[in-house]
DNA sequence: CAAACGTTGACGCCGCGTTGACGGCCGGGC
DNA sequence: GCCCGGCCGTCAACGCGGCGTCAACGTTTG
């Protein structure tokens, strides 16, 4: 895991740092709130270890940056003051977790891998073909960069499209995707379907027909 | 946010339930290991409040199953213990906090705050998209800077939708997010709670319909 | 005890999904 | 070469479900 332990206390930057290294992380030291956020901007950290006293830029402005970032890092937050209002104070900020002066050091290692034990739960695939992007969870559909408002079977017939990643799909083969057991085959929904969403797609046309096989997008 | 309770001594239990009721949280509250067990199995829950001393099935099991599901619910521990040891212990075994009894209720309910918001990484304290902004802790909505008083269910309402960055929302994520388990999918309180929000949040419009799908913020 | 809140029933509207009808295009049979 | 039939695109119309809204009732709250 990778770790900035920032902390402007020389001795207990390091002995936080070389403890954190024995458990096998890679752990960089700042020693102010500036550099702190230099080194944020160029490394992907997984956690940071906060001093909230920090000279330069305070450690909640650095936790503020952050939020305001949307950044990936977890943020662990030390303090000297131990009662409840600054931690109330300190959790409000951003920071994911709290860990009053003085502590001992597993507790602080604990928390640590606590921080990083979870993976961030992962994002559904974005489907991606010929200028159609099509965000399956947030239900989004853009076409080059112009959102598109689909309705549900426009969506699922799509999605298909997508997902088949430009080879042909048969009429029954979207009927058995997109729609419900008790669909009837003998109608052409699936037809009307692709009309209206060559309509709302625009040119140039994405949606290929394959004569006697089916549909195909690219 | 969906937060399940598990204490087995019924005063405090109720305390801590209505006490996150009124930070407009949906809370469902159980008295022993076993029972807490079964509730994560049915529902969805962000934030798990776990007493370590619990009949039929100890906390720590609880704790223990969770990560062995691979839960995406936060645990905070409550214990009576208050020394590191137990604390170190406690967070091993994959709670994401710990809070020694006796407590403030404020620091439990900031620390719950702070695990929700965790769910979803590096999410800043106060929620703010198309005009809206939302804060958690003060529990206050404004639209273009002027306040708007809401009622919990509203503001629970909101927040989900705010916290969906744009995506779209169902109404059943929303039962499942904003209501507690007594709530009856079959009936319209989603939809009367959105049309109260609407009129409050007043004009342009930023809860919109996606027909067939659920409810997208701006 | 009054006011605010959550919930429910009823009702009407709008739009999606579906259907029927029709016409153009193409290939095959006579 | 002509006609016929299948396949596909397009238009218009319909039914139904989803959704917004009003009014009223039970419940909680200060």
Same mark, same amino acid.
């Given at each position: 895991?990778?770790?900035?332990?920032?902390?402007?206390?020389?001795?207990?930057?390091? =002995?936080?740092?070389?403890?954190? %290294? !024995?458990?096998?992380?890679?752990?960089?030291?700042?020693? @102010?709130?500036?550099?702190?956020?230099?080194?944020?901007?160029?490394? @992907?950290?997984?956690?940071?270890?906060?001093? +909230?006293?920090?000279?330069?830029?305070?450690?909640?402005?650095?936790?503020?940056?952050?939020? +305001? !970032?949307?950044?990936?890092?977890?943020?662990?937050?030390? =303090?000297?003051?131990?009662?409840?209002?600054? %931690?109330?104070?300190?959790?409000?900020?951003?920071?994911?977790?709290?860990?009053? $002066?003085?502590?001992?050091?597993?507790?602080?290692?604990?928390?640590?891998?606590?921080?990083? %034990? !979870?993976?961030?739960?992962?994002?559904?695939?974005?489907?991606? +073909?010929? #200028?159609?992007?099509?965000?399956?969870? %947030?239900?989004?559909?853009? +076409?080059?960069?112009?959102?598109?408002? *689909?309705?549900? $079977?426009?969506?699922?017939? *799509?999605?298909?499209?997508?997902?088949?990643?430009?080879?042909?799909?048969?009429?029954?083969?979207?009927?058995? $995707?997109?729609?419900?057991?008790?669909?009837?085959?003998? =109608?052409?929904?699936?037809?009307?379907?692709?009309? $209206?969403?060559?309509?709302?797609?625009?040119?140039?046309?994405?949606?290929? =027909?394959?004569? #006697?096989?089916?549909?195909?997008?690219?």
């Amino acid at each position: 895991m990778r770790i900035l332990v920032v902390e402007d206390e020389p001795l207990l930057a390091e =002995t936080v740092a070389q403890g954190l %290294r !024995r458990d096998a992380h890679a752990v960089d030291v700042v020693h @102010d709130g500036g550099a702190a956020l230099e080194r944020l901007d160029v490394n @992907d950290y997984d956690v940071v270890v906060l001093d +909230r006293d920090l000279p330069v830029v305070h450690g909640d402005d650095v936790c503020r940056e952050l939020a +305001r !970032r949307e950044s990936a890092a977890r943020v662990l937050m030390l =303090t000297a003051a131990a009662d409840v209002d600054d %931690r109330v104070a300190g959790l409000a900020l951003g920071a994911d977790d709290y860990l009053p $002066k003085p502590f001992a050091f597993r507790e602080l290692a604990a928390r640590v891998a606590a921080l990083g %034990r !979870r993976a961030r739960p992962a994002a559904p695939p974005v489907l991606e +073909r010929s #200028g159609i992007r099509l965000d399956p969870h %947030r239900r989004e559909v853009y +076409r080059d960069g112009r959102y598109v408002p *689909l309705s549900r $079977k426009e969506f699922a017939v *799509l999605a298909e499209l997508l997902r088949a990643a430009g080879a042909a799909v048969s009429a029954e083969q979207l009927l058995e $995707k997109a729609w419900d057991e008790n669909a009837d085959p003998f =109608t052409h929904t699936v037809r009307m379907t692709i009309l $209206k969403l060559r309509r709302k797609l625009g040119d140039p046309p994405v949606v290929h =027909t394959e004569p #006697g096989v089916g549909y195909r997008l690219a």
